[in-house]
């Protein structure tokens, strides 16, 4: 059962979202949400033990949230954008700036030592790791997404130059005040409401190493356990802070922070944010990325995907998906492109 609202007029995303939750296989849930000139044109969830308040894990789609209180600090004055991130973190070995670690142009993107999947619930630990390693590529010279390891580098940023977690940062400074429930380490009362991810069987993992590089499967896979639903559904995991995958949150609050980015940002940064910094081949993805300041970039358009078929982005609207089930992005696109239709705009470019 679908519950929700879309504003008249929008009825057929509804019906294409109906469409959605059945192509789902289980019966898995899934909810949208899309915001224009102020208003909510869409709000809609369904699937079993979904409500208005259940929070799913996106995966990437967490990333920006993360880049977004490194911006806050820029805006400042705390943090320089060219300046080397041993300024901030003296341990730091790698030659990058803040500005290659948010448009992942930073090479840290896999550990060369490997380490267990409880790395990910020490922070200290998985920060001095990156710290010392070596990156893929000198820094500046190529990007590819750092997959598992985005958030801890732009946290210690903040932990470093502010004091608070990113989570805590990012409570306070971001989604507190703009109402977005979307959270990065989540206590007992919304673990209470996190739903259970599916579709992450031996095959969806297999399938998503299908035609990558190597680095891909580095990149992914150390430390182990990002992919496994016995690992991202357990209490630890929604625990801990992983600031590049596991934010929980609403396709409410995923939408509603694009629409509060001009309200965050100053207009010039959040221009440049939003431009790209570099674009090609992205060496972990092995596909064409363009990227800004932790967001992906096309055209005027901006946001992020996230394993598993999660999207959230802006393009004059702002729209996001968030799905219990990992599947493809097929979902989101069919659910974006009936949103264009009514606004009177053409398909998703590419």
């Not at 979202?17 to 369904?46: N, P, Y």
């Amino acid at each position: 059962m679908i519950h929700g609202t879309v504003e008249p007029g929008f009825e057929q995303v509804r019906d294409v979202f109906a469409d959605v939750l059945k192509r789902q296989a289980g019966g898995a849930g899934a909810a949208v949400a899309a915001r224009l000139d102020g208003r909510w044109i869409v709000d809609l969830w369904g699937g079993p033990g979904w409500s208005r308040d259940s929070v799913v894990m996106p995966y990437s789609v967490t990333k920006p949230f993360a880049a977004v209180c490194v911006l806050l600090l820029v805006d400042r004055g705390v943090l320089e954008l060219d300046a080397p991130m041993r300024r901030y973190w003296p341990e730091f070995t790698a030659p990058a700036t803040v500005r290659h670690v948010l448009s992942h142009q930073a090479g840290l993107v896999a550990l060369d030592r490997p380490v267990p999947t409880e790395t990910f619930y020490d922070w200290d630990r998985m920060c001095a790791l990156l710290a010392a390693q070596e990156p893929s590529w000198e820094p500046g010279t190529a990007h590819g997404e750092s997959a598992l390891f985005y958030g801890h580098l732009l946290g210690e940023l903040v932990r470093r130059t502010d004091g608070r977690t990113l989570g805590r940062f990012l409570a306070e400074e971001v989604c507190g005040p703009h109402e977005l429930d979307f959270h990065i380490g989540l206590g007992p009362a919304e673990q209470a409401r996190a739903i259970e991810l599916t579709g992450l069987t031996p095959a969806y993992r297999a399938a998503a190493l299908d035609g990558r590089p190597d680095l891909y499967r580095r990149a992914v896979g150390n430390p182990p356990g990002a992919q496994d639903p016995a690992v991202v559904n357990s209490a630890a995991w929604r625990a801990a802070e992983i600031p590049a995958v596991n934010g929980h949150g609403t396709a409410r609050a995923a939408a509603g922070f694009y629409a509060a980015l001009p309200r965050l940002l100053s207009a010039g940064l959040l221009a440049e944010a939003t431009t790209a910094q570099c674009s090609g081949p992205d060496a972990v993805l092995g596909t064409q990325a363009t990227w800004g300041l932790g967001f992906g970039v096309d055209g005027d358009d901006y946001g992020m995907g996230g394993l598993g078929g999660n999207y959230a982005g802006a393009a004059g609207y702002t729209f996001a998906f968030l799905t219990g089930h990992a599947g493809d992005f097929d979902r989101a696109a069919d659910l974006e492109n009936a949103l264009r239709a009514v606004l009177g705009l053409g398909p998703i470019p590419g």
